[in-house]
């Protein structure tokens, strides 16, 4: 890791411990247009108190782990997030009391949670997506127009893989597949959305999103989306392999939300899609 220009915007990471926060703390102290100013993690983890980058088993970079957030949000530009619904709800009204970026990477959030975070919002850029990846953002757009092309005779059915650590099911991805679907279908996601399925479950019903999650070693994320007809299959695929696509796409978004006006906005806000 390098020393990055500190004449660009500050960042936290927030969750430093974690997979994604290891990964998006390499990949802003390696930034040329960001670099690091904080690191938090929960109060009581053994990392608090030391050099992040000596706890990540590196050299020292000069930042030390907090689990004070406020005062690390104060010395920022942005805030990168992927920690647990409840951390990421507190971490929205810290975020606009700062007024820096907060880009949200957190799944698992139910629709109650999500809505907690709008407040917050009125004051600050909000950006929130399952995921942060070009691919699957382009995928995103694929699945809406694949879904606007076809009538119910194609069932639609969305199949994730993730690591054994993950626990939340679907992934978020998942759901920006459905839901991508349902919006080029004219449905709702929740009015036909079929998770879950186990024992006797009778026949398929028509017009059904069906979601299915496979947890296995260490797959970073895997997901299909199956247009499923009589005599043929279309099958649109992304497949992570790497978790820098997400840390690659959570640090343009710290970037692309310096100038924008408070409001909540998704990744297709910052790629253009
Ligand atoms: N949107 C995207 O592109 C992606 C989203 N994710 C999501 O990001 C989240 C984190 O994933 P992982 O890094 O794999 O999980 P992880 O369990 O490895 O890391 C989460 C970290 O958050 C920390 N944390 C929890 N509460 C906290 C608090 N109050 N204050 C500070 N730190 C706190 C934990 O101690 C842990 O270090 C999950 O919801 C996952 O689904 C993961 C990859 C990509
Ligand atoms: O938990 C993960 O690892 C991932 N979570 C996100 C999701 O829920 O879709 C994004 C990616 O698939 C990895």
Do not use: C
Request: net charge negative; charged share 20%; no cysteine.
């Amino acid at each position: 890791m390098t020393a990055s220009r500190t004449d660009t915007p500050g960042i936290v990471i927030t969750g430093a411990s974690g997979r994604m926060g290891q990964m998006l703390i390499k990949t802003v102290a390696d930034h040329p247009r960001a670099h690091l100013v904080g690191a938090v993690e929960r109060a009581g983890h053994d990392w608090v108190g030391q050099d992040v980058g000596l706890a990540m088993g590196g050299s020292e970079i000069g930042v030390t782990v907090t689990d004070d957030a406020a005062a690390a949000f104060a010395k920022a530009q942005a805030v990168i997030d992927f920690t647990s619904p409840a951390a990421t709800i507190a971490f929205a009204g810290l975020a606009a009391e700062a007024g820096v970026v907060h880009v949200i990477g957190t799944t698992g959030m139910s629709d109650a949670e999500i809505a907690q975070l709008e407040p917050a919002s009125r004051q600050s850029v909000q950006m929130r997506a399952g995921n942060m990846s070009l691919g699957v953002n382009l995928l995103v757009q694929l699945t809406k127009k694949v879904a606007a092309a076809l009538d119910e005779d194609f069932d639609i059915e969305v199949i994730e893989a993730h690591h054994h650590h993950k626990v939340d099911a679907p992934s978020g991805t998942a759901l920006m597949l459905g839901e991508a679907a349902a919006e080029g279908r004219g449905v709702v996601l929740s009015d036909v959305s079929d998770s879950g399925r186990d024992g006797i479950t009778g026949a398929r019903k028509r017009g059904d999103i069906g979601f299915s999650a496979i947890r296995g070693g260490d797959i970073v994320g895997e997901h299909d989306v199956l247009f499923a007809g009589q005599g043929e299959r279309i099958v649109l695929r992304h497949l992570a392999t790497d978790r820098a696509i997400f840390a690659r796409g959570a640090i343009k978004a710290a970037l692309w939300g310096q100038d924008k006006q408070p409001g909540q906005y998704d990744m297709l806000d910052v790629l253009g899609l």
